[in-house]
């Protein structure tokens, strides 16, 4: 179970809030704005109220502790800015994710060190040139992985003393065992770069490799539990 | 008899393809200004018509030669043609007769020829009393050599220069356009003139040392004094005249900034109209282009996507800032409404646009845009920005192809990085292009080596490639599981060995890009199909 803090409650964090898996993340909803929280409870969001700017507060709703991922989703950059700082100092290895306004602002949360960036006019740009390059490919990604539907992403880490350590990646035949998709492989000690499957059939498995795979929610988790399971042999 | 033969006639050219086709040439040629042949004839004009007036300024210092003679005959002969051409193309006759005989037999009332041929010789006066088929005919005189005297009429062959270059004809407009307040100030200008003219006469006529001799004098030394051009070949002599010539002084400086002023303002106003006639201009050139109505801060990174992969498009939008940042980064774009009907088609909505965006942060303006756009074409493709989630279905009413929304589109993402921020990353890698991996798709077209073959014969594994699943509106392949609904059509998700692919169906691949052309090239040459099928 993961821990996801969500600090500013708007149109955004709203459609965010409601995409994120609830059975593997527990969220949390903060906002310093009153208005804010009448909203989100409206909405039936249980948001609470915590002053951003208090290094007590962040530390008393679990930031430094409990909580794993941070989204900064305040209107503001400038208050983006503080509340990436003052968590970073908390927590080096908190995953800090931040909305911008203002392009100018990325370098500025990146220096105060946030993970990731999202700009949401730069992503809604891209997405209509998608739609204007590439039709077919983005309805279908629209309508099934980002979409209502049962077709998801998901990364699957191979654990030490699994069933997958040496395995061929062309033995692995997810498709036909799981009809599952496997992607990419990725190996976070090496590099960030994805190992993409279909060149690479003779490599082994090792721990701490990423497998990206794709396919419904009920096969995953299959997948996942099996993986997760040091007697289980396919 | 005569009437019924021109009637047979009349329908005849209006069901003949060869004379429509052959009238549409020569619009194209002489009037269509959207067309490259009217370009090239314009500059050919232009070059036969100066070479025609050097010919005969040679011909008035020097002996008429015969060479000269016979060019300036066929100078005269283009000219003659051009001028019947026009004339031609200026009105239908046969559907003026078309339209009198219908009317005559709804009517039930005789044929009449007379009133027929009033109406076409009208439009052909018309035509003839038209400013520049006055001109044009005009030009033809100076060719006459025996008649020197119709040497003068060079003027109108220079006049003619202006047919042909749109220069002129903006000056033209700009001072129609002023029309009102240049009146005025002729008015006034005229009524100083006569004052003035008189005053002067009064008081210098018969003067000492005075030059002015008589009423045309004074009339002269006026309008000099009043263009603040002062020779300084009449001066007034006596203290009436200079006074005279001091109050003349005064207004006319009055009288010449007020003209200024009228024309810099007539022009700035033209000036925005004739720089978007460029942009237009040069729009045309394209084969096909996008228009963006809206260039905030999506707009902007649109046209930079666009501008990587050399896709032509268009930038409209209101506000002046945004226009200027446009044409900082070289892109086309027009300071305008783009809610008008009027600006979307100057834009070429109904000619070579192939989508429109209407990505304004209003959206009011995105809707009415939205639902002009669907108005003046049937076809293209809208793509929309909603800002607001009760909005959606209005686009869509409207006649949008597919809504956006910013915050929803950065809330999915947000989400999806929320979730699994590796898996998330390399596959937005994927989509966005980043590196030379891409996914897309592959079309079994007719004939194709892969109609009817079963999955698990494509030999993807061999091709680096790896198959998602399959896009179809074929009904064969319900009954397979796995099955996602996408739009009007499914998408088959990891298909079984067995699925046989049918013709329309889509492929979607995962792979090297070059992997994937290669297989789409060999799969799309329907020559290699005994060899693959063996």
Partial sequence: ?234 | MLSKLMVYIAYYLNSSDGYKKGKSFFYDLLENPHSRKKRIFDASMIVLIVLSILLLIYDIEHEDSVMGGYFELAILLVFILEYLLRGWIYSDAYKIIIEEYEKALYLNIPFKMTALLKRVVAKDLEYIASYFAVIDLLALLPSYRPLSILRVFIIFRLFKLFRYSTSAKLFADVLASKRYELLTLLVFTCFMVFIASISIYLFEYQADRSNIANLFDAFYWTVVTLATVGYGDIAPQTTGGRWVAIFLILVSLGILSFFTSILIAAFSEKMLAMRDSRTYAELDRYASFIIICGFGRVGQEIARHLQRQRQQFIVIDKAERNILLAKQLGYLAIQNDASKNEVLINAGICRKASDILCITGDDVVNVYITLTSRHLNKNIRIITRANRHENVSKLYQAGADNVILPFEVAGMLAAEFLGQPVAFEAISGILQEQRDIAMETVLVAENSPLDRRQVGQLDLRLRKLTLLGVISANTLHLKHKNKYKVKHRHFYFNPEQHFVLQQGDMLVVLGRKYGIEHFRSQMEQPRLLPKVRT
Avoid: W
């Avoid at chain 1, 960030?192 to 995953?220: K, Y």
């Fill in chain 1, 1 to 234: 179970m993961k821990n996801i803090a969500i600090f500013g409650y708007n149109r955004l964090s709203y459609e965010a809030i409601n995409r994120i898996d609830t059975e593997s993340h527990r969220i949390m909803v903060f906002d310093y704005k009153p208005a804010n929280i009448e909203l989100a409870l409206e909405k039936g969001i249980n948001a609470s109220m915590t002053e951003f700017r208090s290094d007590e507060d962040l530390k008393a709703i679990g930031i430094g502790s409990t909580v794993d991922t941070l989204f900064c989703c305040l209107d503001e950059d400038s208050e983006n800015v503080f509340l990436t700082l003052s968590a970073r100092a908390l927590d080096k290895n908190l995953q800090i994710i931040a909305i911008i306004e203002n392009p100018e602002a990325a370098e500025k949360l990146l220096a105060a060190g946030a993970n990731k960036i999202i700009d949401p006019y730069q992503i809604c740009g891209r997405k209509i040139h998608d739609m204007l390059k590439r039709p077919d490919i983005t309805d279908l990604f629209d309508h099934t992985v980002f979409g209502r539907n049962d077709l998801n992403l998901a990364e699957v880490v191979v654990p030490e003393h699994s069933f997958l350590h040496d395995v061929h990646v062309s033995q692995l035949e997810l498709s036909t065992h799981y009809n599952l998709v496997l992607v990419g492989i990725i190996n976070k000690q090496i590099s960030d770069q994805m190992h993409f499957v279909a060149e690479e059939a003779d490599r082994r498995l090792n721990p701490g490799d990423i497998l990206v795979i794709l396919g419904p929610s009920r096969e995953i988790r299959a997948f996942k539990k099996d993986v997760n399971d040091e007697f289980c042999n396919i």
